[in-house]
């Protein structure tokens, strides 16, 4: 099985500081693709084909994930929308969205790959449906198959290093860890299990996927380090969904240049941002 490098034990402690970069990749890399937008957006929930376009415009994204099931399920309007997605200047990542079970997800990306004409695949395989968490065993069993068969997987996961080991072993090379359930816009609930992920894997290109719902919590996720963030229903529910998705494409780029710039570290105690030493007016007393 294929393994990917993976820190040393004794410099694990890298996971309780801020990550940092040492040069400047705006561009990123996804499997055999380079875009220049750290931004993917989701196509589902928007209240018109017209409002949807022009999000995906405001937001400078140049990948938009699209459900195959959610669409197949209307054959005529699902064709006509996926004829509208595929007349934009983007790549298009096909999801597994709603496939409880691997052969579900596998069937599913077969039919995706067919239709757009893709290797990509965003596979979800859902284990409980109030909290919509990912299925990991059914997860690494999908992503195997699909990856023998030739796909490049994006595979939606928890933030568990031994799943994300094991889904690199099943041969992906890029991880989408979640970062708050699908649809609660609660942003980066666990950040400390994300930073730690973020450290564990430095040289994999890892998305936070779900649970984003302001533009803050997008860069907060980019500010961490993550290559990229995953998100649909934060705008599409906005009041302005165009508004919102600009909002979240300046958010992505703010927290991708700090992060390159590199973030300074948190204290526990106060440090003076002005010396006292040398200024003026200093010690006043003996100057009289």
Known sequence: MRRRPQAKIEEMNIIDRMPTS???????TLYDRSVTSRLLLGTA??????ILGASVASSGSSIVTVSLRRERADSGAGDRFFDLIRSWDVHV???TAGCRTSKE??????MARELFETSWVKLEVIANDDTLQPDVFGLVEAAGELSRQGFQVFPYTTEDLGVAERLMAAGCDVLMPWGAPIGTARGLANPYALRTMRNYFPGVPLS????IGAPSHAMQAMEMGFDAVLLNTAVAKADNPERMAEAFGH???AGREAFEAGLMEPRDMAAPSTPVAGTPFFDLDQTS
């Open 22 to 28: 040492t040069e400047n990749t705006s561009a990123l």
């Open 45 to 50: 929930q928007y209240p018109s084909p017209d």
């Open 93 to 95: 990542l096909p999801n």
């Open 105 to 110: 997800a596998i069937n599913t990306a077969l």
């Open 208 to 211: 936070v996927d779900a649970g």
């Open 251 to 253: 958010a992505v780029t």
